[in-house]
């Protein structure tokens, strides 16, 4: 029994001495944040603010820009998941009740497109986009998120509804209900949480690309907040860090609290339906 | 996930050939929106890759629309550039040493988790979570601050633990040290995922089995082995295809981190060297050229991956 317990403790050690090594640079990162630029700048590191100030997180929302790229991506990400939450439900809908043929050939076309590396569309997307005036427009970075967002909702939905048990459908359908209203009564409330979810898959998704927006928007107001970020270190030697890693911060936090709203869910989600990283 | 199979005849009870008519359009009534999105964003744009790859594209034409044809130069002129050769290798080996430790060390970690405390693997959990909802730009920025030359925090924790001199070491000299330091940073983000989904599946291993293997006096090696490995093999499949494919089209981290000024043809990987050569130098054919290639070969990689994903759609 002792020597049980004592194994025990030893894996517990090792557990937390792997929380402390992944957490450290979440934690650097914030504790950097808040630290007078004496404290940032010095050789030997100070492990928590003893000062803790506001002033970097002032700058960072002081840059040029912060706002406006914001703004972009908000409603970049608001109408990527609008748009492809409703198309997507429809076709998870015909994937999980229907047979039909083309079926087989659809879900190839849904798990291939995930397969596709985003790097090697840039230059199709870019000169499709060009053709029609839609570079450095949000409007471009939308189209090209729904590429990616819309067959990951659809495979990722099919897997909520087929997790509704059929007997409550029937039910409705026995108690004479119209094959719509089964659908309106009965399977909308149902799929909801995984409409929930699904959505915020995709809000994370679009809110994280880089590359797309990188390329497609070159105009600084015009940018989402990725590439905003990804400019911050800028040319000149000196790198303001603590404002660096408050900005780091702030495009963190919506993603944090969305990924623990949905924590429950991820490892189905994500198994049921791949993700782009 | 339940199966759906035998649903899909209850929502279609009636007999009538008209109303057959109409159940039948209903599937594809609802398919269509998305087909037609995806074709229109994505189907065009890789009929239009196709043809720009066997055009001279530059910025002349990119302006007129119009490309001119040059049959497949730009494939013969990428396949006998040196540093594709070059910068393919380097990616596969990148990808290979990615994948190799993500997915040794996520299943080390998943396995860790059935031993711990409930209190110390809800303390681990939650600290994966947290790392997993770290956008890529913003865990860069971090990996930069954390690695910088003059103050890195890394460099001190090094030093202080008598690792070795590293005082205001550059981590960024060396096309290997530039690129560890990009694993580094693509593992510690790809293990969250990993570590949770190897951990789920390993929950479906039978408890008893286990025991009873213990019982027989085997050892932890055989029962993983010949127990658990079994159950969690397809997991560790889909888990493994995925890390191949999105490490070997990876971007942002070795883009971001190595930094922009610092890229050279001696540090490519397949997604900068088809950044740089298509959109950077605005040689949009050539750049086409090089995204068939590189999509054939993830294709390639991907057959695996989405026939078990097939079998799983065509199941249910």
Known sequence: MSTKRARRIGWNAVGIAVFVVSVFPVFWMIST???????????????????????????????????????????????????????AFLAAVALSKYRFTGRKLFIVLVIGVQML??????????????????????????????????????????????????????????????????FARILLPLVAPGLVATSVFAFITSWNEYIFARVLLNDGSKQTITVWLSY????????DWGALMAASTLTAIPVVVFFLLIQRRIAFGLTAGAVKA | MASAAETAPKWSGRR????????????????APVVAVMGA?????????????????????????????????????????????????????????????????????????????????????????????????????VWNWM??????????????????NFFQHNWYTTTFSQLSMVTTLIVWGALPFVVITVYAALSQVPRELVEAAEIDGARSWRVFKDVTMPVITPVLLILTSLSILWDFGVFTQPYLLIGQPHITTGNYLMGI??????????????GAAISILMLLIVAAMSVVYVRRMIRIGEVT
């Open chain 2, 16 to 31: 009538s050939t008209v109303r057959r008519v109409g159940r039948d359009a209903v599937p594809y009534a609802l398919v």
């Open chain 1, 232 to 239: 911050f270190l800028g040319t000149s030697r000196e790198t």
């Open chain 2, 273 to 286: 060297y088809l950044f740089e050569q298509g959109y950077v130098s605005a040689n949009f054919g050539r």
């Open chain 1, 117 to 182: 590396p985003g790097a090697g569309l840039i230059i199709p997307l870019y000169v499709v986009l060009a053709r029609f005036h839609e570079v450095n427009t949000l409007t471009g970075v939308i189209l090209v998120y729904l590429t990616g967002a819309l067959p990951f909702s659809v495979w990722t939905l099919r897997g909520f509804i087929l997790g509704i048990p059929k007997e409550l459908e029937e039910a409705a359908m026995v108690d004479g209900s119209t094959r719509f209203g089964a």
């Open chain 2, 147 to 164: 690695t910088n030359v003059q103050n890195g925090v890394l460099n001190y924790i090094l030093t202080e633990l008598h690792v070795g």
């Open chain 1, 33 to 87: 944040a808040f630290k007078s630029d004496d404290e940032i700048n010095a050789l030997n590191p100070t492990w928590i603010p003893l000062h803790p100030t506001l002033q970097h997180f002032r700058d960072a929302l002081n840059k040029p820009y912060f706002w406006t790229d914001v703004k972009n991506s908000l409603i970049v990400v608001a109408v990527v998941v609008a748009i492809a939450m409703a198309l």
């Open chain 2, 41 to 141: 964003i994505l189907g065009y744009p890789v009929y239009r890759l196709v043809r720009i790859s066997l055009e001279r594209y530059g910025l002349t034409e990119l302006i007129e629309h119009h490309g001119v044809y040059i049959g497949l130069h730009n494939f013969g002129s990428v396949l006998h550039d040196p540093v594709f050769w070059q910068t393919l290798l380097r990616t596969v080996v990148f990808a290979v040493a990615n994948v190799a430790l993500t997915m040794v060390i996520g299943t080390l970690l998943a396995l860790l988790l059935l031993r711990i405390s409930t209190w110390v693997r809800l303390l681990v959990t939650s600290g994966l979570v947290l790392v997993w909802s770290m956008p890529p730009v913003v865990a860069v920025q």
